[in-house]
């Protein structure tokens, strides 16, 4: 028998980690399970289960699961075992995180002789990663064991223990047997276990990122399935297979044993839920069966982080979900044949998707499905397809979509294949944690990295978008500039109902409306303006902006009043550089002194007061050859934020009046370039493609889909529907990545607006 401690180190982890690695320990706890079930006499140090353990954040752009490494180290115990074991993970491959791992070897290695291990601990889903002996001379291991420790770390232990030496540093344990009924349930009375809830609590409590599932006490990882009988090119499952060792691929626990456990978990341990780390839960429709019926018998609630398949999912399989796990996560990957089955190898029946979200529809099952972008042969127009398909089943269904980036881990067929193709931009083995979600490394058929980052912005800024939070009231029709451009210009001038307008924010809020804007005409005109506002604010807005031409501001008591009125933003519309462009726009005659002196009275207040200030200006021919001017006298007022905006054609505006859009975006990007750094842009009622590059400054025009207005005379429209009535797309936008969220490009009736679009093709 040999004393045996097994350590789950603490976690440097990038910010945006993947997957679950506050479960990996998971594995740990397995493997002490087979080490005592073997003869042997184990002890844990978890990390995880520290009277302190929770996330807590490093120097960024990390973040730490556990405790400080001092921390581990100082619960080390007095007694020196005959062998040491680390748990072994991908985030352990990490830059930060091996250099972390070998100062704690250091530390073993000072303080006892005993030989130290790194032993891959089965957890699941994306947690196996390709590595070689380089990894043990890296942390000065002694020796490794790779894919399912709980096999062979009993005999290496038992080596190790005798004094002799292994034929090899870098052993392999290969699965063995048809099922896992003959291994033990994980060690669970090794481990405080109610330090580790609190860990699960802490973690949840951190709101760190968004996740499927909820963490916190009551709640246990397990695995009822290793394995998985496809071979996916993205994924880690059945490593051994790909070193050409002999393994069944897929093999699950008999309905006894996970009645047992179930039993054991609700009775003696007192746990409520379980996250099901199973590769792939449902690939054995009997296996998921009994573990339903096993959940229903103790009354446990069910988590799948990993995503099932969809086709391997029964109507009555869905209803017993119901009430018993919050969320269906299912894995579609491609709404394109040729890649989910060609490419990546699923082997899929693509309708089986919609079939499951209209089955969770019909039971009330919230439903997540996950797809993944850039494969590396992949083209725009089935990227664009996924997208659409992935857009169109939340809009019908409800499915909510999960959007990640085709990400080589070493050891993968995808791997392989992107190496042998050439398709890296930037190869990263280790750090891969911020590249599923963040960052894409390969370069496609017709695509680069920057359009994959910028398609998956676009869409999730869409569905961010979706539900309506905003209003925007028009209050008046009555303005004391006259601009070229007014989209409500041509409109008689008159003021709204306030009691109307009170009754019409109060609606909107019972619906969950909770960002309103104050427009016109010219609002400051309407002497109810400061009523409405208040209104906002007791119904509960949480914020409140107002857009005015700034002129009434240019009156200091007025400028005080205004800002003080209960707003939590305010934009000043300011459309040139010096008197003669701005008033030529307003048709004003003396605007531009008031408008800038309002603008230095009210953005020094209002920055006083925390109130975010912006100012916009809306392109015409006479202003945007001014456009670098117009930069200058914004650094000069202190300006911070500014809205560009390109014409819509409604109102007075007129094609005579509009810039070529295709200059008037060289003449934006030129500004970005030179003021960004200390200037906030965004562009307003552009097409993104008019910016290759700076497609993030136009982001905000997909938050037209939250908006809703309200004309003078009553009428309520959704702002992006409204102003899509102008919008049609091209030839151009059958291929695009950004046409799932853009409307296409603004028309005029005398079709300046087509020449423009030639021109910009051209």
């Known amino acids: 028998m040999a004393r045996v401690l097994l350590i789950q180190p603490p976690l440097l982890l990038a910010s945006d980690f993947i ?112 590595w070689d002996a380089t990894a043990l001379d890296e942390v000065a291991a002694d020796y490794g064991l790779r894919f399912e420790a709980d096999v062979a770390l009993p005999a290496l232990v038992s080596t190790l223990a005798s004094g002799e030496k292994p034929s090899q540093r870098l052993l392999f344990g290969a699965p063995i047997g048809d099922d896992l009924d003959g291994l033990p349930l994980p060690a669970y009375d090794l481990v405080d276990r109610m330090a580790y809830q609190r860990f699960l609590d802490r973690c949840g409590q951190a709101n760190h990122k968004q996740e499927i599932f909820a963490l916190g006490a009551g709640l246990l990882p397990v695995k009822t399935s290793r394995g998985c009988s496809f071979a996916c090119n993205f994924c880690t499952s059945n490593p051994w297979s790909r070193e050409g060792l002999p393994g069944k691929p897929y093999r699950r626990m008999g309905k006894d044993l996970l009645a047992e456990h179930a039993r054991r978990c609700r009775q003696e341990l007192g746990i409520h839920r379980w996250v099901v780390l199973d590769e792939l839960v449902n690939v054995h429709s009997g296996h998921f069966d009994a573990l339903l019926d096993v959940a229903e018998q103790y009354e446990l609630e069910l988590d799948f982080p990993n995503g099932m398949r969809a086709d391997r999912l029964s109507e009555a399989q869905v209803a017993r979900m119901v009430g018993r796990v ?67 089943l939340f809009e019908r269904l409800g499915a909510r979509p999960l959007l990640q980036f085709a990400t080589p881990i070493l050891g993968t067929r995808l791997h392989a294949t992107v190496t042998e193709q050439g398709r890296w931009v930037t190869r990263e083995d280790r750090d891969i944690g911020p590249l599923f979600q963040g960052k894409p490394l390969l370069r496609g058929p017709d695509w680069t990295p920057h359009d994959l980052a910028m398609a998956k912005k676009v869409f999730e800024t869409k569905l961010e978008a979706w539900a309506p939070r905003k209003v925007i009231v028009n209050t008046t029709y009555i303005c004391n500039n006259h601009c070229v451009f007014c989209a409500t210009g041509n409109r008689s001038d008159w003021h709204g109902q306030a009691d109307e307008q009170v009754a019409f924010l109060a609606e909107r809020r019972k619906q969950g409306f909770d960002l309103c804007d104050f427009d016109g005409g010219e609002p400051t005109t309407n002497p109810e303006l400061f009523r409405l506002i208040r209104a906002a604010r007791q119904l509960g807005y949480r914020a409140v902006n107002l857009t005015t031409n700034g002129r009434l501001l240019s009156n200091p008591k007025n400028a005080e009043k205004i800002v003080r009125s209960g707003l939590t933003s305010l934009l000043v519309s300011l459309h040139g550089p010096n008197p003669d462009v701005h008033d030529r726009n307003v048709q004003v005659r003396g605007a531009f002194v008031q408008t800038t002196a309002g603008i230095r009275n009210a953005r020094p207040l209002c920055e006083k007061l925390g109130i975010d200030f912006g100012v916009n200006v809306t392109l015409t021919t006479i202003n945007t050859p001014f456009l670098m001017e117009y930069g200058d ?130």
């Open 19 to 130: 997957d679950y690695p506050y479960f990996t320990n998971l594995g740990v706890w397995q493997a002490a399970a087979a080490l005592r079930q073997a003869g042997h006499d184990p002890q844990v140090l978890d990390a995880f289960c520290q009277p302190n353990s929770g996330l807590l954040l490093e120097s960024s752009p990390l973040v730490r699961l556990g405790v400080p490494l001092s921390g581990l180290l100082a619960k080390l115990p007095a007694l020196a075992p005959d062998v040491v074991v680390i748990g072994y993970s991908p985030w352990l491959r990490a830059t930060a995180a091996t250099a972390e791992l070998a100062k704690l070897c250091k530390s073993l290695r000072e303080r006892w002789p005993a030989p130290i291990v790194l032993a891959d601990c089965d957890v699941g889903g994306m947690h196996t990663i390709a």
């Open 326 to 392: 919050p969320v269906l996560s299912i894995s579609a990957e491609s709404a394109v044949d040729r890649v989910a089955n060609d490419l990546i190898g699923k082997r899929f029946d693509l309708q089986a998707t919609e079939r499951v979200a209209e089955w969770c529809q019909r039971h009330g099952l919230p439903l997540v499905v996950h797809w993944m972008i850039g494969q590396p042969s992949e083209t725009r127009a089935e990227i664009l397809q996924t997208l659409v398909t992935a857009w169109d």
């Open 633 to 762: 006298l914004l650094m000069d007022m202190g300006v911070k934020s500014c809205n560009i905006q390109f014409l819509t054609p409604f109102g007075r505006a007129s094609a005579e009046c509009q810039p070529d859009p295709a200059e008037a975006a060289h003449q934006a990007m030129a500004l970005i370039d030179r003021y960004g750094k200390d200037i906030r842009f965004q562009v307003i009622n552009l097409p993104m493609c008019f910016m290759p590059g700076y497609e993030e400054y136009g982001l905000s025009d997909i938050g037209k889909l939250q908006r809703h207005m309200l004309f003078v005379s009553m009428d309520d429209v959704n702002l992006f529907d409204y102003l899509q009535s102008r919008r049609r797309h091209e030839d151009k936008c059958k291929n695009c990545l950004y046409s799932i969220a853009c409307e296409g490009f603004y028309y005029w009736p005398d079709q300046w607006h087509d020449e423009a679009r030639q021109k910009f093709g051209d």
